[in-house]
């Protein structure tokens, strides 16, 4: 049989050593030995057997055959739906069986919740569902099963619970009992015998994983895994529990807000770009019935600063709105603040406004803020950031009806971005009766129904066109 010895492992040079120590021998690097199980199987599986094919006695693996590409055989993976629409976009099509999907997310965000939903949603589908819980009691998980409504009915019955810490029993568990997909909440509490290192170190979540992965790959059991973020937003551990994985989901927003977005940010069996949207409520998360709109803040008077863009998330557009904010600096140097937007991105659109707009805003504090709690790193949104800086500035307000997209290049050109006619026709939509867009290359601009397009070559005109008409002088736009 295999036999399991712990080693520490440099990191940076690959060194094996007995024991740990603070700076490697080999390489002199610092803090870069992680206990590792090194697995050393018996010589005798090594040996092949003779006359086993052409390849015999060439060593491991010599009865597979190299095929060509065009020879090999697609398969279509074979998906469950979760019950939950939103999560079904975001995976694909649903959760692949065999496959080790990682979800992540700030504290107190709800992936707990959506987990639970999302396996009283399979228990219709995949059967059986193993939630392993290693942060909260069982107790806890019914506590929140009892706020969600799913102790009733078919979900009450089929999801199994159990508050364990062991990867190995869990693993245990799961081979018995033969679920159709495993829940683990989370990887940063689960921990593995032979290791010394307490739990969420980065052997045992490096171990953990690998672990759960041969239950997946070698069980067909789909195992959905959360994951811990760290204080900058990423997944905590090593790197190696994303490659790992088939798919890395990440829940996003602000605690204080309702509105979450799924995004996934690895997915081997579907696209990276769909996005799902989700509202918190009193039973858990629900599915925004039109996402187009959720971002969009209604009001009754529409104030200077404000100007609606179009992102888009893969193959769905959303509207949003883009706020700005221009005060008289008062003392030191001017503040550039901005939430959901880059302020790299803030400080290159406040100069090109001075630069090629006469837009002054040098000596002015400048904030700007997405409302909804979103946080984009869209291009085209350069553009209705600008006219709200803008609008701000002059203190006269755009018109609620018009929609701006385009991105602003250094010179002050607007540059078109992917997806215009897609998120025109949303805008057309949702009320929306006249856009301002960059000037296409290829000629005329896309023709949407009901929506006046004004295509424009810079920001100058662009600022003319959405603050009193194009026949206004650009450079009167500034301080009265």
């Keep these: 049989m295999a036999r399991q010895q712990s080693r520490y492992v440099c990191q940076a040079c690959g060194a094996a050593h007995l024991r740990w120590e603070g700076q490697c021998r080999t390489c002199g690097a610092w803090n870069t030995l992680v206990e590792t199980l090194v697995h050393e199987p018996d010589r005798r599986a090594r040996t092949p057997r003779a006359g086993v094919g052409p390849g015999a006695g060439a060593g491991p693996g010599a009865g597979a055959a190299p095929q060509s590409l065009a020879g090999l055989r697609e398969a279509e993976p074979v998906r469950t739906p979760t019950g939950i629409s939103e999560l079904d976009r975001v995976l694909g099509g649903g959760l692949v069986p065999g496959s080790v999907v990682l979800l992540g997310g700030?504290?107190?965000?709800?992936?707990?919740?959506?987990?639970?939903?999302?396996?009283?949603?399979?228990?219709g589908t995949a059967g059986e569902v193993l939630y392993a819980t290693g942060e909260e009691s069982a107790g806890q998980v019914r506590l929140r099963a009892g706020r969600l409504g799913l102790l009733e009915g078919t979900a009450g019955e089929r999801i199994r619970v159990v508050a364990e810490n062991d990867v190995g029993r869990i693993a245990a568990l799961a081979r018995e009992g033969r679920p159709g997909v495993l829940v683990v909440d989370s990887i940063q509490t689960v921990t593995v015998d032979e290791l010394e290192g307490p739990a969420g170190s980065v052997g045992q979540v490096r171990e953990s994983a690998l672990r759960l992965m041969e239950l997946a790959k070698?069980?067909?059991?789909?195992?959905?895994?959360?994951?811990?973020?760290?204080?900058?937003?990423?997944?905590?551990g090593p790197k190696t529990l994303e490659h790992l994985v088939d798919t890395v989901l990440s829940l996003e927003g602000e605690r204080t807000a309702t509105l979450r977005l799924l995004r996934a940010t690895k997915n081997r069996f579907g696209s990276t770009d769909?996005?799902?949207?989700?509202?918190?409520?009193?039973?858990?998360?629900?599915?925004v019935a039109d996402p187009g709109r959720a971002f969009l803040v209604g009001s009754d008077q529409h104030a200077p600063g404000s100007v609606v863009g179009a992102t888009l998330e893969g193959t769905r557009p959303l509207l949003v709105e883009v706020q700005?904010?221009?005060?008289?600096?008062?003392?030191?140097?001017?503040?550039?603040?901005?939430?959901?937007?880059?302020?790299?991105?803030?400080?290159?659109?406040?100069?090109?406004?001075?630069?090629?707009?006469?837009?002054?805003?040098?000596?002015?504090?400048?904030?700007?803020?997405?409302?909804?709690?979103?946080?984009?790193?869209?291009?085209?949104?350069?553009?209705?950031?600008?006219?709200?800086?803008?609008?701000?500035?002059?203190?006269r307000p755009i018109p609620a009806d018009l929609i701006a997209i385009g991105e602003v290049g250094l010179l002050g050109e607007l540059r078109p971005v992917p997806g215009l006619e897609r998120r025109l026709r949303e805008a057309a939509r949702l009320g929306f009766r006249t856009a301002v867009v960059p000037k296409s290359r290829r000629g005329d601009p896309p023709e949407v129904k009901g929506m006046t397009v004004l295509a424009?070559?810079?920001?100058?005109?662009?600022?003319?066109?959405?603050?009193?008409?194009?026949?206004?002088?650009?450079?009167e736009i500034g301080p009265e």
């Design 218 to 236: 070698g069980d067909g059991i789909a195992v959905i895994v959360v994951g811990h973020v760290t204080k900058d937003g990423t997944l905590a």
């Design 274 to 287: 769909e996005v799902g949207v989700f509202e918190m409520a009193e039973r858990g998360l629900a599915e």
């Design 324 to 395: 700005g904010l221009v005060a008289p600096g008062l003392y030191g140097s001017p503040r550039r603040t901005a939430s959901g937007i880059d302020t790299n991105r803030l400080s290159l659109l406040i100069a090109v406004l001075g630069r090629r707009a006469g837009v002054g805003l040098g000596s002015h504090d400048v904030y700007a803020n997405l409302a909804g709690g979103l946080d984009l790193a869209d291009p085209g949104l350069d553009l209705p950031l600008a006219l709200a800086l803008a609008s701000s500035l002059r203190d």
């Design 456 to 475: 424009v070559s810079n920001l100058r005109e662009a600022i003319g066109h959405a603050l009193g008409g194009s026949r206004e002088p650009a450079s």
């Design 106 to 123: 700030e504290p107190g965000i709800g992936k707990s919740t959506l987990l639970l939903q999302a396996a009283a949603g399979l228990t």
